[in-house]
């Protein structure tokens, strides 16, 4: 049974809960963390991934979509979506912060260096993905290798990083928190937090419900919301924070494959290459990728995704910044629409994409996009809306730390600069 008081409580252990937690226990701070999902025990299918993506039909496992028919990948677990990332270490909104008075510069360096990151060698390069950047240098694009926080040497190229790594080859926010329980911080698995508890004007602790049953309160000095930028706005807004909720970006993207005569991307670690040179004149990024499932290639594209043989696929994802046109609401439901200058960034990256896939030996009858899907959700407790630039709310010892606090979409992987975040916070907290 967990202590009922800590100094610091924080609610969820992904990028940005279990960074904050790992620099306030190397500190000598007691630390209580509070997680929805469960430490999961084997991952790295697609079997495994039902049981901690968030599917509201069991029995369909269908993913989450929002009002709209958006997708909305996530995931309940201990370490969070970063578990089931593709190991992409890219600074991401360093300008935008700059802008806010946040440097970053030094807690970026720091977690660089901590979680080994990298371009991806050359040797983990897919036949497909290496036909894919010959036929964009041909067409006058550049694709460069991605930065991975990922050991080379354990990587065994199965392809299903989305999945979770079996070989651990990957950093995951696992790593930080284990270092935290090291230290001496606590943590209690499936156990959903409901509202914060405010006395006086001060948030001083929780009232959870743990999953065997019965509702419990936990003490702390200060509350630190890190459960992920669908949850976090709801617990706020069961808390009186009214703001939360609004402002919802998911880093929109769509997915173009094509078949081949026999080349695939099959075996390599998703997103190995990106191209940003449409970043910042049209938004959005080019990565070659594939979903191997075909049963994840089904949500899709229907019955034609779950044909087109894996062995002979090429795909190319197209990741934008989206409008923060989206809403999540006090019971949770989701709104996220596809703006008309969405679909501008969407079409226009997939028109590139279908343009390279067909130079490198895709079947042009063959080239199929995807539904519009979101896997970076933020926005919905943004800086300077719902949370102050030391990502402390209006109530007193209650602060934000995870993608919710993103001013506007980075169109890039975040979890690197999740974690620059949790780092300045914990140097502030102190």
Not at 262 to 267: D, K
Not at 273 to 282: C, D, G, I
Not at 285 to 302: A, D, M, Q, T
Request: proline share 4%; with cysteine; aromatic share 6%.
């Amino acid at each position: 049974m967990a202590e009922k008081y800590h100094q610091y409580l924080i609610i969820g252990s992904g990028a940005g809960g279990a960074t904050l937690a790992r620099e306030l226990a190397i500190r000598g701070q007691s630390v209580l963390i509070i997680e929805q999902g469960r430490q999961e025990q084997k991952v790295g299918t697609y079997n495994d991934a039902t049981r901690y993506y968030d599917a509201p039909n069991r029995f369909t496992n269908a993913p989450r979509k929002s009002k709209e028919g958006v997708v909305l990948w996530r995931s309940f677990m201990a370490g969070g979506s970063t578990v089931v990332s593709c190991g992409n270490g890219v600074r991401c909104l360093e300008d935008e912060f700059n802008v806010l008075g946040v440097d970053l510069s030094a807690e970026f360096a720091e977690a660089e260096n901590e979680m080994s990151i990298a371009p991806i060698p050359e040797e983990l390069l897919s036949d497909g993905s290496k036909k894919i950047r010959w036929a964009a240098k041909e067409l006058g694009y550049n694709m460069e290798l991605m930065p991975k926080f990922l050991k080379a040497t354990s990587c065994r190229k199965c392809g299903q990083c989305v999945f979770g790594c079996v070989e651990c080859a990957k950093w995951t926010a696992l790593d930080y928190l284990k270092e935290a329980i090291d230290k001496g911080a606590k943590i209690l698995y499936e156990t959903k937090v409901e509202k914060i508890k405010i006395q006086n004007g001060r948030a001083n602790g929780v009232i959870s419900a743990r999953s065997s049953g019965g509702e419990e309160e936990f003490m702390a000095e200060k509350v630190i919301v890190a459960a992920g930028a669908l949850t976090t706005p709801v617990i706020l807004q069961k808390s009186g924070i009214d703001k939360a909720g609004s402002g919802l970006f998911v880093d929109l993207f769509v997915n173009t494959y094509g078949v081949t005569d026999g080349v695939n991307q099959a075996n390599e670690p998703a997103m190995a290459l990106v191209t940003h040179e449409f970043y910042k004149s049209k938004g959005f990024i080019l990565s070659p990728f594939i979903n191997c499932s075909k049963r994840v290639r089904f949500v899709e594209l229907g019955m034609r995704g779950m044909a087109m043989p894996t062995n002979r696929l090429l795909g190319i994802m197209t990741k934008t910044r989206d409008d923060s046109s989206g809403q999540v609401y006090r019971d949770g439901t989701i709104s996220k629409p596809v703006t008309d200058a969405d679909w501008v960034r969407l079409k226009a990256g997939s028109a590139i994409a279908r343009e390279i896939l067909i130079k490198a030996g895709a079947s042009s009858k063959s080239i199929a996009v995807s539904i519009p899907q979101g896997a970076h959700p933020g926005g919905t407790a943004a800086i300077g809306k719902v949370v102050n630039t030391d990502l402390k709310t209006e109530i007193d010892g209650l602060y934000v730390c995870d993608a919710s606090v993103l001013p506007v979409s980075p169109g890039l992987p975040p979890i690197l600069t999740i974690v620059a975040l949790a780092k300045r916070l914990a140097k502030n907290l102190m």
